[in-house]
């Protein structure tokens, strides 16, 4: 149950935080912006390491290259999603990124990439992707038209 409440907070706050950081841009520019949230989110991960890390810091070192390109993906999804916002509607963005998200989720769990156990992906799930699809077709209907 922790797992789908964390999922539920998760996907709220990744689109709050879309939003916010889109309004942030538009006024301080977008590298900036990102320097704000990126350097904002360093500092208080520090802090909640120092107050409640129970990790070893020092295995960084050992660790595969691969496993370390999560503060570049952070700063390629932080720019992408504010463009996306800004070309976009919110709900129209995050939900092309959701299936985006989902799509790569499943080729992860379908080759095993990253060390993840391997899963199938079946019919059901290509049925699910379309209709997310079909979904934000119907969703942006009136802009496509016209």
Known sequence: ??????????????????????????????????????????????????????GNLAAIRGTKWVYLLGGVLGLVITVTVILSIKGLSPTAAISIILISQLLTAALIDLFGWLG????????QKFVGLALMIGGIILFKWRTIKG
């Not at 922790?2 to 590298?31: D, H, K, P, W, Y």
């Not at 993840?116 to 019919?123: I, L, S």
């Open 1 to 54: 149950m922790i797992g789908v409440l964390c999922s539920v907070i998760a996907g709220a706050v990744m689109a709050l935080q879309g939003v916010i950081n889109t309004r942030l841009t538009e006024r301080v520019g977008i590298f900036e912006a990102n320097v704000f949230v990126q350097g904002t989110a360093f500092l208080l991960s520090f802090l909640v390491m120092l107050i409640f890390g129970r």
């Open 116 to 123: 993840a156990e391997k899963a199938p992906f079946g019919w």
